[in-house]
């Protein structure tokens, strides 16, 4: 490997070299074989992993397009002979799980259903808790700020069963406003953190010139905090909207079956025992449930990256 | 609103002799207090209380539904007395020591080859990420069906000629957790690349230049000088891979179900198989105070170093 | 130091009374009492962490106080929102709110206070028009150079209406020509207003020339409050005289006896100088100013010469700046710009002890 400054004047060189050749023999041989080499060794390698990564997508995609006889008799990794649409339908709409044969589609409008209101809820409880964590810090703030952080590190299966009582006692459990609920805690820490920071960092002058303006709380936040701050509630949007899209174990707990989100639809399709098992119909409806995560990760590109590395690092 | 209430009490405040008490704290800016109340809740009623509800409910012999009838450590006993419980212990130390440090090195090693000033930086950053974006059960899922032992990789290879080739995780018991580590790692390396990368683009370029003028290979300036600096980054992406491993439950569910038998039990899925599967309340409590445990002495030595570290600068 | 409040005359216009304020352990401000006249420009003057901006921030109540009262306008208001103080406060970073207008961000605090709008209206374009802003007042804090920015800044203290102005360190952002032309224009707004200014600077600068009083302030403490003049010539003690002056005073180690100051060195009859005690004595230290150092022709005429050598030059047009050696002693002597001395020479120089400042070895006050 060379040095990013080698590097960085390798490409130029490169480039320049082809019509140069003629003007090397002036200024002795360019040492460019050994760099190439090094050069070709760096994207091999890139290029073998990504390869690596990117192989469950492939065998998602062409799994789900193939019929099931193609697939006795073929490999995972072979693409369709004939291309086929009629897993992604079944998938959609008929495939069963032990319960109905309503496919994934019931999934689909539950998770949705789930989805807005947790990510909206989550975020409007968490930004309002960082600016006033980070703004209005009180004799005591940090110390309940501490303990939320901690629930971060605190495995979910020591609280589920006291969130379960808590639900019944509210008459919440089993309906979907209680996982909403369900979500909007347990996105806290991360989110309430990420706030936090990103409000701290904004110049205290600004709050301290609102408060000589006359703005209260409410007025310094809306007119002149969330205004500023619309990259981070897109972070933050992007977090939550994969974090609970892809959530299976509060699903699974604190919901109904009719109103299980669609990745434990999708679990119960592809691991219930009943009839035979088709292959491409499991793999159209694995990647059906991916889809949602995925177009927003590759739509957000930076801002998921930041959103990750602000809720990581931070950490 | 905030203001006219405290407008309110200054005036009161004025007319009061200069040895007169400053106004309550709790009624200063009122506001930014009721607008913490659902957080202090949260952090109050649901992480403290919920755990230590919890911790208190697994010294009991509650069954189908929590009561305090005092049962000392019957619970945990019979926890450690289950082949369930101590294989889940052993596939979660497997696991984890292996996810540890596979995703050290592949996402160091990703990140190391990404800063090297490449081109397509973005399209490969892209595609080793991409999996962090997907749930435990697509990822489950997928190499469930990767790892098919008639169509899958071994299928395949047969299909070469190499008849006597194995490889088959979901079903030979001895290699199941490292069917489930090569999905882990695929899911997970992204992530810590990302960190890694930020870390490496956080170290200043002079220090390249330096090393370069000393005449130090690339690779020893990495292992001698750059890994140490970034020390604390490491330990950042540790507690965090460590953290996540812990709660191993749902790439489980969807890749082998625990099986084949009960050879890809964790610690997780016991507990929840524990409260609702076989109405054994206290045993679920047992065994995720135990998972809270691990995670307490995971965590301990990490605060102690970021913030005790602190303290000494 | 409780006596330096009387010097303010009249109804004072911001009066603070035994101010305490501690975070934790650690104390900021400690018993601190200032005066300030009506229309007075007092400027809070001191190095990084004296507390000069956090007495600022507890008169504009965003900083709740530990101890003490906080009086505007002979009204107590210590726990009074910033809002209700009569109050405008000015920020180094500006504090423009970026997505409002300049015409926004000047009548959002009014809009707060439910002034009327044909009332908004006039200030703002009265606020405009003194400030030199009315082409701006759509722009976007964005869009505007530091300088405006300022300006707006400032602009939207005025439509406040207030009695008392309050500024952070306004022109630190700004670069150097900057800094002097808002300077003068500052001056200039004082001068055309008279409203009670109170500005916190580490600028010495801009210390000496705006202020009416300055306020020099170390650990919390006022060290010295007076005119400029006062401060310059009559400094309370070693660290206001070490503090202020740019080349640094020149401090010796001594004895006093019997008015006559001598070292190994020197022997100097303090005559004309104004002692603040009668006949004080002991371990002394004297300071004099780099700038008050006679040379040339001129030292005939001083009371005290001495023969120093000169170790470095340092040319720097408008005037040199000489480093000598008095004995074992590094002392500066400013000349003119167009000496021509050389390291190794040795000259003259001639002290004037009526110029001079004596302080007590022990507690470094004025003696």
Known sequence: MANPATLGATGAAMDASRGQMSSDHHRGPRPKKALSRRNIMLYGVLIVVSLYYLLPLYVMIVTSLKGMPEIRMGNVFGPPLEVTFEPWAKAWSQACTGINCDGLSRGFFNSVQILIPSVLMSIAVASVSGYALSMWKFRGSEVFFTILLMGAFIPYQVMIYPVVLLLRNMGLFGSLSGLVLVHTVFGMPILVLLFRNYFASLPVELFKAARVDGAGFWQIFFRIMAPMSLPIFVVAMILQVTGIWNDFLFGVIYTRPDQYPMTVQLNNIVNSVQGVKEYNVNMAATLLTGLVPLTVYFVSGKLFVRGIAAGAVKG | MAVAEDAGSTGHRAAASSGAKRPSRLLRNPMSKIALVPMIAIALVVFLGGTVWTIVYSFTDSGLLPRLDWAGLEQYDRLWSTRKWIVSIQNLALYGFASMIGTLVIGFTLAALLDRKIRFEGVFRSIFLYPFALSFIVTGLVWQWILNPQFGVQGIVRGWGWESFSFDPLNNPNIVMWGLLIAGLWQGTGLVMCIMLAGLRGIDEDIWKASRVDGIPVWKTYIRVIIPMMRPVFVTALVLIASGIVKLYDLVVAQTGGGPGISSEVPAKYVMSAMFGSQNLGQGFAASSMMLLSVVIILIPWAYLEFGGKKRG | ?367
């Open chain 3, 1 to 367: 130091m409780n006596d330096m409040s009387q010097t303010a005359t009249g109804n004072p216009s911001v009066s603070i009374q035994d101010l305490d304020l501690s975070f934790g352990a650690v104390k900021v401000l400690q018993g601190l009492n200032l005066d300030i006249a009506e229309g007075e420009f007092l400027v809070l003057l001191g190095s990084s962490g004296c507390g000069k901006s956090t007495l600022l921030n507890c008169i504009a109540g965003l900083l709740d106080v530990s101890d003490g009262q906080i009086w505007i306008k002979g009204k107590n208001v210590t726990w009074a929102e910033p809002s209700d103080r009569g109050i405008g406060m000015v920020f180094q970073s500006y504090a423009l709110y970026p997505q409002m207008t300049v015409k926004g961000n000047l009548s959002f605090g009014l809009k707060n206070a439910r002034v009327p709008k044909d009332e908004i209206e006039r200030r703002v374009a009265r606020a405009a028009e003194v400030l030199q802003i009315e082409p701006l007042l759509d722009r976007k804090p964005g869009a505007l150079s530091g300088g405006q920015r300022q300006r707006v800044a400032i602009g939207r203290a005025l439509v406040r209406d207030v009695d008392v102005f309050l500024f952070d360190e306004p022109l630190s952002n700004l670069d150097a020509k900057l800094r002097a032309d808002l300077r003068v224009e500052l001056k200039r707004l004082h001068n055309q207003l008279q409203n009670t200014m109170i500005y916190v600077t580490h600028d010495q600068v801009e210390a000496m020339t705006l202020a009416d009083r300055i306020a020099i302030m170390k650990g919390g403490e006022i060290m010295q409050l007076g005119s400029p003049d006062e401060i310059y010539n009559r400094p309370r003690n070693r660290y206001v005289a070490d503090f202020i002056g740019s080349p640094s005073m020149n401090f010796m180690d001594g004895h006093l006896e019997n008015g006559v100051f001598s070292t190994d060195e020197l022997r100097m009859p303090m005559d004309g100088y104004e002692f603040t005690a009668r006949q004080p004595g002991g371990p002394a230290i004297l300071g004099i100013r780099p700038e008050h150092v006679v040379t040339g022709e001129l030292v005939s005429g001083a009371p005290v010469q001495h023969e120093v050598t000169v170790d470095l030059v340092e040319p720097m047009g408008s005037d040199t700046l000489v480093w000598a050696k008095l004995g074992e002693q590094i002392f500066r002597i400013r000349m003119d710009g167009q000496s021509r001395v050389k390291p190794g020479e040795t000259m003259v120089i001639g002290l004037d002890p009526s110029r001079a400042s004596l302080f007590d070895a022990g507690t470094e006050d004025r003696l």
